[in-house]
């Protein structure tokens, strides 16, 4: 247990972020405690399935339809992309759920424009070259069946021309156990194995030192010797950069951590006992209160070539300390940043990255002194269209552990995205003052208390979600916290985006799509037997029926009166997206007038089209056009020019149906 002093309703260094909640927004300034009981939760029916459980359509039409028709999710396959999932949803809604890592994989030919997608799976299985390769990860990665001057991993990093391979450190490398995602080497140097897990962004590596002789024997430290073609590697800071040929960071090293026995069964994947799937509940998980005393340890790079030696160095204070328990776990990371998009901070080691790590920590742990706090980054590309009529926005996190089973709160801030520089010295600022909030609390599966399985957390977050849209960073962030820090029941632990679980951090998108702008606008005068009538071509990208929306102003003919509302966004008739939607109007001449049609497709009307068109005297038998009047947001409509005969009673009688 480490030492700390402990005041109560304060840490030193610490933000103690709370205040009174309404509506789902945490006001600042704001003193008076929360009534839990009395609170909604807005995100309570926010649940995901895992990817590839609902059925699949080959295009947006085809999904809407199928929704509909059998009253489930349809999957829109044609929108899929390693971190994207689109369904159509049963009540012509859609959903869109975006992923912090890729859960698919293209494993189409290199260039192919049809994807050939398979659902990310780390477990490993025996290769067509005989080494060993995780069913499906992005990129190409394969490890040592064992023998004579074999490397230990080959890794084509995700998104670029660079291989990286990690260089035996023995002549013979002995065959490895393989558990689920990891591999063991048993007695690589005496009292010494090498395990791997493959991570859905990468690899990790844990050395694990079984006895202080053998701790000795390598004078505190481990080597790893990587061949890098197609790029570099260079220090930067305790960090490790692989870069491409242009200088273009594309993987890393973070700095490396180091732990002990008693803390690694505090893991979120022990390496000393047996592997388990990361979401399969252990028979005493009573030990997740405890936080795993993550230590960090230092590097020296040396360079041969194309081939660059990382020595990872123990601490001598600790590893001596009379409280170390050994086997020791050293764990050399090698990832691709770029493919997760999540960390958290801490208060005790101030200046460390935690980006790489399988788990999130959120809060303070049951008798620690530490604060946790969890930070998303997310890419709001797909937002920035105003096309989207958002109807909910749901962070979504797999909550594999709590303190209580009592719904406890946490909050989300929008700050800017967290980075590879992100520390608790080094926070991402927060952007907007009031946070979302949840009080979802799941995984208390043994212990002190009432039971409650994992599960899925949901927050609220469509106020925020909504300003991202109007925003120009590429990138958003969210920070999450447990407002009163010093509350230990509020203590959460998440997996993040690099676990190597299914129920990965997400965000649930639901939206509508805005009608097209009509296009088409057109007047067609009365004749002796019929009525004029309005038209506008609609049509919808969701594929959903659609009708326009037609207001009618006029003014006397050469005046510049204000315009007089006759009609304001009366229906024309419901039609099959694509079709022409009308409705029967009858003008008196002598005026002119301006026609503006949107489309609606019962949620949201779409921007607006217009057109005029003046009666002069009925003697000319003529209607001529004036310019198109144009919605600042309208494409421009071609001028609408109209001959036809006037109807003789046209001056005196005015009707619109």
Request: proline residues 7%; aromatic residues 8%; charged residues 20%.
């Amino acid at each position: 247990m480490r030492k700390r002093l402990y005041v109560v309703g304060a840490v030193a260094g610490v933000v103690l972020l709370g205040g009174a909640w309404a509506g789902g927004l945490i006001p600042r300034g704001s003193g008076a405690s929360p009534d839990v009981a009395a609170v909604v939760d807005a995100a309570s029916e926010a649940r995901a399935a895992l990817p590839g459980s609902a059925p699949e359509a080959k295009d947006a039409t085809t999904a809407m339809a199928l929704a509909a028709e059998k009253g489930v999710p349809v999957e829109d396959v044609s929108q899929r992309k390693p971190t994207h999932e689109v369904f159509a949803q049963p009540d012509g809604m859609w959903l869109a759920r975006d992923w912090l890592s890729p859960v698919w994989v293209d494993q189409a030919a290199d260039g192919s424009s049809n994807p050939k997608w398979a659902l990310l799976d780390t477990d490993l299985a025996a290769a067509q070259d005989g080494r060993i390769a995780p069913k499906a990860v992005p990129g190409g990665l394969s490890f040592s069946a064992g023998g004579a001057r074999s490397d230990i991993a080959t890794w084509r990093v995700p998104g670029s021309d660079v291989t990286v391979t990690l260089v035996s450190p023995v002549e013979t490398l002995p065959e490895p156990v393989v558990e689920g995602s990891r591999l063991r080497y048993l007695d690589i140097a005496p009292g010494v194995d090498l395990v791997v897990d493959v991570r859905p962004s990468g690899f990790e590596q844990f050395f694990v030192i079984h006895d202080r002789g053998a701790l000795d024997a390598l004078r505190g430290a481990v080597s790893n010797v990587y061949r890098v073609e197609g790029g570099s590697a260079r220090a930067a800071g305790d960090t490790v950069e692989i870069v491409d040929a242009s200088g273009v960071v594309v993987a890393s090293i973070p700095q490396p951590m180091v732990w002990d026995a008693t803390s690694d069964r505090s893991m979120v994947n022990p390496v000393l006992t047996p592997w388990v799937r990361a979401d399969v509940t252990p028979s005493d998980s009573s030990h997740l209160d405890e936080v795993p005393d993550l230590t960090p340890a230092s590097i020296e790079v040396d360079a041969s070539g194309s081939e660059y030696t990382v020595r990872t160095i123990v601490d001598p204070a600790w590893a001596n300390s009379g409280d170390r328990v050994f086997p020791l776990v050293i764990d050399p990371v090698l990832w691709n940043p770029a493919l997760a998009s999540d960390t958290y901070v801490e208060t005790y080691h101030t200046e460390t990255y935690r980006g790489a790590e399988a788990e999130m920590l959120l809060g303070r742990a049951p008798g620690g002194v530490e604060v946790y706090r969890p930070y998303v980054g997310v890419d709001a590309g797909t937002l920035r269209n105003l096309n989207l009529d958002l109807d909910s926005a749901v962070l979504v996190l797999w909550n594999y552990w709590s303190a209580t089973c009592t719904p406890q709160w946490y909050h989300a801030y929008w700050t800017y995205a967290p980075d590879a520089s992100t520390n608790w010295n080094h926070q991402p600022a927060i952007r907007y003052g009031d946070a979302m909030w949840s009080t979802e609390t799941r995984g208390h599966t043994s212990g002190v208390g009432s039971y409650c399985s994992q599960g899925w957390s949901g927050m609220d977050i469509l106020p925020l979600v909504k300003m991202w849209q109007v925003d120009s960073q590429p990138f958003e962030g969210l920070m999450l916290t447990t407002g009163d820090e010093t509350l230990t029941a509020r203590w959460k632990r998440f997996y993040s985006a690099e676990s190597s679980s299914p129920y990965k951090p997400h965000i649930d998108y639901v939206y509508n799509q805005r009608p097209n702008t009509p296009s088409g606008l057109v007047y067609t005068p009365p004749t002796a037997t019929t009525q004029g009538v309005l038209k506008a071509v609609v049509s919808d990208p969701d594929g959903s029926s659609v009708q326009a929306a037609f207001t009618i102003e006029r003014r006397p003919i050469g005046s510049s009166a204000p315009w007089e509302t006759m009609v304001d966004k009366q229906a024309g008739s419901l039609v099959a997206s694509g079709g022409t939607s009308s409705r029967s109007v009858d003008l008196i001449a002598g005026f002119e007038y301006r026609f503006t049609a949107s489309g609606y497709d019962g949620r949201i009307f779409s921007l607006a089209a217009t057109a005029a068109v003046t009666y002069v005297n009925p003697a000319t038998g003529v209607f001529d056009d004036l310019p198109a009047t144009n919605d600042s947001q309208a494409s421009a409509m071609d001028p609408l020019r109209i001959n036809a005969p006037i109807v003789p009673n046209a001056t005196t009688v005015e009707a619109v149906r």
